[in-house]
């Protein structure tokens, strides 16, 4: 198996039908890799959205008797793991069907050792105050990344959405 994509989930019933069927349509194999859904003590429908995956290949399904925090979401997710390369993600991030593909191919270049994902607007407008956290100059955010110019020689870029 060449990756395992980790997914922390809380309280995310609102998304879940949106950003969790996206990691089933991928543009590898899903031989090649595995999606890990940890429910973290969900306290809404989160729980019994994800069983809708249940039959998909490869999905795995942890769920936490009560939360226990993204750390240990991802330790759950990790322990279980047999993917060479271990992608994590939020529940309201939205992939693109080559997002998989894009990390695989990132960890083929030689001396890179990790791979960092990038937000990708769908509008330049900013709505509420977690879009203003999200591109506050404080964090060193900006809506436009020069992803030619990153300053990290040892880490791959690939591009996902965030859902609001």
Same mark, same amino acid.
């Given at each position: 198996m060449k990756?395992?994509?980790? @997914?922390?989930?809380?309280n995310g #019933?609102?998304i879940?039908?949106k /950003?969790i069927?996206r990691?089933?349509? *991928? =543009?590898i194999?899903?031989n090649?890799y595995? @999606?890990?859904?940890?429910?973290?003590g =969900?306290?809404?429908e989160? !729980? !019994?959205?994800i069983q809708?995956?249940?039959?998909?290949?490869n999905?795995?399904i942890i &769920?936490? %008797?009560k939360?226990? %925090?993204r750390? #240990? /979401?991802?330790n759950? +997710?990790?322990? $279980?793991? !047999?993917g060479? $390369?271990?992608i994590?993600?939020?529940c309201?991030?939205? @992939?693109?069907?080559?997002?998989? *593909? %894009?990390?695989i191919e990132?960890?083929k270049i030689k001396? @890179?050792v990790g791979?960092v994902? %990038?937000?990708?607007? &769908? =509008?330049i407008?900013?709505k509420?105050?977690? *879009?203003q956290?999200l591109?506050s100059s404080i964090? +060193?955010?900006s &809506? !436009?990344i020069?992803?030619?110019n990153?300053?990290?020689?040892y880490f +791959?870029?690939v591009l996902f959405?965030l859902?609001?």
């Amino acid at each position: 198996m060449k990756a395992s994509v980790i @997914v922390s989930i809380y309280n995310g #019933a609102n998304i879940l039908n949106k /950003t969790i069927f996206r990691l089933f349509c *991928q =543009s590898i194999s899903k031989n090649d890799y595995e @999606v890990i859904l940890v429910n973290d003590g =969900s306290i809404d429908e989160s !729980k !019994k959205i994800i069983q809708k995956f249940k039959n998909e290949i490869n999905c795995i399904i942890i &769920n936490h %008797g009560k939360n226990l %925090g993204r750390c #240990a /979401t991802k330790n759950s +997710g990790i322990k $279980i793991a !047999k993917g060479e $390369i271990l992608i994590f993600l939020d529940c309201d991030i939205e @992939v693109k069907d080559n997002f998989v *593909q %894009g990390h695989i191919e990132k960890h083929k270049i030689k001396d @890179v050792v990790g791979v960092v994902s %990038g937000i990708e607007y &769908n =509008s330049i407008e900013i709505k509420d105050k977690y *879009q203003q956290y999200l591109n506050s100059s404080i964090r +060193g955010s900006s &809506n !436009k990344i020069d992803f030619n110019n990153i300053h990290y020689k040892y880490f +791959g870029i690939v591009l996902f959405s965030l859902i609001y």
